[in-house]
């Protein structure tokens, strides 16, 4: 087997979304744990300036406890190496995760158990269902008074209109909360309140009929979870992992990633059945990740990252072949051939330059202005990638300047918006004034 196919069959990348607040960042971390990428999570939100979460990188995110932009961050776990892209669920920075989701090859959808099915999380799953890709339900805050489980999937599978194969059930919830039957592995993981933060080992049965489980959980919750895994399987189909792959068939699971629980549970599901990096359809034909040749494709550009450093970063996703540093490639749109000697990849911690990424990647390239949102960037072929999409206004706002000795000030960040994709700016022909778009009602 080839170098370049080991390591796209060592690649994960996905997506996490929902509404706000249900815990993507939270679960980020938690699973940058899992892959000992960071000895400890920041506390999201509880520590607002001081100690934000690990991928909440921007002062703004820090302060408000809240994502706004789409974090790449990167950890390796049993021999894979995962890409994570924890997006933003608030409506007014939907646009940086709508572009997120054409860089994934699959996405897991985070539920609060006491919300349900949320405004953000519809929309953004419609999307992920019209791409067909594939979806894993991760439903946190177990730890708190929350839905009824079956109830919850039914509210997915009508309100998401997913068809959904749970793969652990919560034993009790909130106050009763006991732990998690794996139906994915067939064990039980107790969650022990005084071992919070803390991952034990989970108890493993031969089967559901064994009484061992009545004195764990006691004799009611072993009655009621064999009840229930009878529904389970009685109602919902068996997980078929062809169905996921075509974007059929949701697994379900159940957790709490404040308190790890579930985690792991998930991640070794993840593991064993989200797909590697896919084809991409191009304007003139099927780009496949083993195509020795590099592709890629921009989709997002973000200013001012590193508040010491004043450039913008692309953040392009590889299709095929290896991206070298110091190569020549050739960004389609403009005809021109570009090298880049410090490309970065992204890890849990830290950026880092790399002297080679592959497909499923992503790599940060420092950029003076050549690069939009969308840009192809090939060892030389005319492709360029569809479905980045750029979006057309749907709420428009004058600018004034209340105060001209601030002119310039102004000016540059009005380029900021429009070089990151996050808004459009107009000039209207008869009186030169200025008006700023964009798709959501979004307060800038
Ligand atoms: N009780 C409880 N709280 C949780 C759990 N997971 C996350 N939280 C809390 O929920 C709040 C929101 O978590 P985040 O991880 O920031 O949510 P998010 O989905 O990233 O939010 P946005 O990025 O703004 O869309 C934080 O206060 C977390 O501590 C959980 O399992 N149980
Ligand atoms: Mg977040």
Redesign the pocket.
Known sequence: MSDLIKEIEKRKTFGII??????????TEKLLLFGGAIQEAG????NKIKKG?TSDFMEIERQR???VATSVLAFEYRDHKINIL?T???KDFAEDTYRTLTAVDSVIV?IDVAKGVEEQTEKLVQVCRMRNIPMLVFI?????EGKDAFDLLDEVEQKLGLTVCPLSLPIGMGADFQGIYNIWEDNIQLFLEEKKQKVGEAIKFDDINDPSIDEVIGEKAAKNLREELDLVQSVYPEFNREDYMKGDLQPVFF?????N?GVRELLNAFIDIAPMPQPKESDTRLVKPEETTFTGFVFKIHANMDPKHRDRLAFVKIVSGVFKRNENYLLVREGKKMKFSSPNAFFADKKEVVDESFPGDIVGLHDTGSFRIGDTLTGGEKLSFKGVPSFSPEHFRYINNNDPLKAKQLAKGIDQLMDEGVAQLFTLEMNNRKIIGNCWCASI
């Open positions: 929902s509404h706000p607040d249900a815990g993507k960042t939270t679960l506390a999201v939100k509880s979460a406890g809240i994502s924890d933003p669920g608030h985070v946190n805050k177990l730890d708190r957790g709490s990633a404040l308190n629980f």
